[in-house]
C-alpha cells in the first residue's frame, strides 16, 4: 500500500525546513513536503544530478543543438491561461489516465502558484513562432534546483523537450553556481522513469545518503517487504534545521 511522510510547508522557516529535507529525499507539492515511505518496498529513490560531474552524451548534445531556436524565460510563480492549455495538451497525448488527468484551471493554477519558498515558472519559447512549446516549475535550493514538474508540446517529439529542460537545468545551475539538479524519484524498472538514469552524474537517496547510480541490479531487494525501517524509525532518523536563536 502506497505510504508517505509529509510535513506542512509554512512560516518563515519553510526555506530552511525545504532545504533540508530536499537534501534527504523530500519533495514539495505546494504547502506540502513529502517522501514515499511505503510499509512494503523501498524502490522510490530521489533522483538529482551532480552539475559538476555532469558530461553530456553524444546524443544529449544532438539534443541540446536541436533545439537552439529555443529561448529561456524565467518569469514569477503565476499561471497563465497559455501555460494551461500546454498542460492540458501534454496530459490529454501522454498521461490521460494519470492522477492528473481532471486536474481543472484552478488546480493548474493552485499546483504554480502556492509556494512559500523560492520557486520560478521557467518558460521556453519558440523563437521562429512565439510560441510557448516547454514549461517548468523549478524551486530553487541552497545547493541546487528543483523540477517540481515540466511540460512540453507533444507534438514536438522528435526535439525530445523533456531531455533538453533537464540539459537546461543543468546550464542554468552552472550559471548559477549551484551544484545539483534535483529530478525527483527514480524507480528501478519503471519504464516512465528510465529517461532519469540516461544522465551521466546521477545520483539517488538511498538508505539515509546520496549515492553514484549503481547498476539496476544493485536495487533489486528495494521492493522486498523486509527492506524497509519501521516507521518510526524512518521519522527518527530525518534531521530538522535548528531553529534555536
Known amino acids: 500500500m502506497e505510504r508517505k511522510l509529509f510535513t506542512a510547508l509554512q512560516g518563515d522557516d519553510a526555506q530552511t525546513l525545504n532545504d533540508s529535507l530536499s537534501k534527504q529525499g523530500f519533495r514539495r507539492s505546494q504547502n506540502v513536503l513529502y517522501r514515499p515511505s511505503c510499509s512494503d518496498c523501498a524502490a522510490c529513490l530521489s533522483a538529482r544530478i551532480d552539475v559538476t560531474r555532469f558530461k553530456a552524451s553524444r546524443g544529449q548534445r544532438r539534443i541540446w ?75 530553487i535550493f541552497d545547493d541546487g534546483l528543483s523540477m517540481v514538474y515540466s511540460f512540453y508540446e507533444p507534438a514536438m517529439q522528435r526535439h525530445s523537450l523533456g531531455t533538453w529542460m533537464i540539459l537546461d537545468h543543468i546550464e542554468i545551475a552552472r550559471e548559477a553556481g549551484l551544484p545539483y539538479v534535483y529530478l525527483g524519484y527514480w524507480v528501478p524498472g519503471s519504464a516512465k522513469m528510465a529517461y532519469k538514469a540516461q544522465f551521466d552524474a546521477l545520483e539517488v537517496y538511498r538508505k539515509g545518503q546520496w549515492e553514484p547510480l549503481q547498476d539496476h541490479a544493485a536495487y533489486e531487494d528495494a521492493a522486498h517487504p523486509l527492506s524497509t525501517d519501521p516507521i518510526a524509525e524512518q521519522v527518527a532518523n530525518i534531521s530538522f534545521p535548528d531553529r534555536r536563536g
Open 65 to 139: 543543438k536541436r533545439n537552439d531556436t529555443i529561448e529561456r524565460r524565467v518569469t514569477s510563480p503565476w499561471a497563465t491561461d497559455e501555460q494551461y492549455d500546454l498542460f492540458r495538451s501534454y496530459l490529454d497525448a501522454r498521461h490521460a489516465d494519470g492522477g492528473m488527468a481532471d486536474m481543472d484551471v484552478f488546480e493548474f493554477a493552485a499546483m504554480i502558484e502556492e509556494t512559500p519558498i523560492r520557486s520560478r515558472v521557467i518558460e521556453y519559447i519558440d523563437r521562429d513562432t512565439k510560441e510557448l512549446i516547454a514549461t517548468c516549475l523549478t524551486d
